[in-house]
């Protein structure tokens, strides 16, 4: 089992930036795709981003696409969402998952392990 520990979440004003990092416990890091899911209060867990083992090959959500870049640092077993022009709808616990595949995948259920998440909330 991979163990996932998100950091970077915080308290921001509509239209700033959160960068927001998850590190791996697993040296075959690489191995794995990643990805970026959120949940809101009352709401179910969304995919946000993924992104493919070697960072070559990038997904998102069309809520987050042009604002929200995902990246990842196979030497650190570090993958990263960077959030820019961020809004209220924004406001979620963010949770990064590791699939035990190379290819990318929106769908939760093609994720295997997940982090304990990290609260990111925007204020109007």
């Known amino acids: 089992q991979v163990q996932l520990v998100e950091s970077g979440g915080g308290l921001v004003q509509a239209g700033g930036s959160l960068r927001l990092s998850c590190v791996a416990s697993e040296r075959t890091f690489s191995s794995y795709a990643m990805g970026w899911f959120r949940q809101a209060p009352g709401k179910e867990r969304e995919f946000v981003a993924t992104i493919s083992r070697s960072g070559g090959s990038r997904y998102y959500a069309d809520s987050v696409k042009g604002r929200f870049t995902v990246s990842r640092d196979n030497a650190k077993n570090t993958v990263n969402l960077q959030m820019n022009s961020l809004k209220p709808e924004d406001t979620a616990v963010y949770y990064c998952?590791?699939?035990?595949?190379?290819?990318?995948?929106?769908?939760?259920?093609?994720?295997?392990?997940w982090g304990q998440g990290t609260q990111v909330t925007v204020s109007t």
């Open positions: 998952a590791a699939r035990r595949l190379s290819t990318m995948a929106s769908s939760r259920d093609e994720y295997n392990d």
